[in-house]
């Protein structure tokens, strides 16, 4: 990947064009396709929180009654 990246490219060529030819204007086709990619980017991560919810509460607890103990 780190060798060859122009063969990397994601996207298809007709997106690639749209975003490309709209990136100045404003409610553009690139600021809806960088908005999907962040949705995208965000419903796992929300998704794994929600799963280990008990988890993550007790280590902050048990990280922030560590911190409070040592000062």
Request: charge should be positive; include cysteine; charged fraction near 20%.
């Given at each position: 990947m780190v060798?060859?990246?122009?063969?990397?490219?994601?996207?298809?060529?007709?997106?690639?064009?749209?975003?490309?030819?709209?990136?100045?204007q404003k409610n553009s086709v690139a600021g809806g396709i960088n908005q999907g990619i962040l949705y995208l980017m965000a419903v796992p991560y929300i998704m794994l929180a929600f799963i280990f919810r008990?988890?993550?509460?007790?280590?902050?607890?048990?990280?922030?009654?560590k911190s409070v103990i040592e000062e």
């Open positions: 060798a060859l990246p122009n063969l990397l490219d994601a996207q298809c060529a007709m997106c690639k064009a749209a975003v490309e030819t709209s990136e100045g008990k988890q993550i509460v007790s280590l902050w607890r048990s990280l922030r009654g």
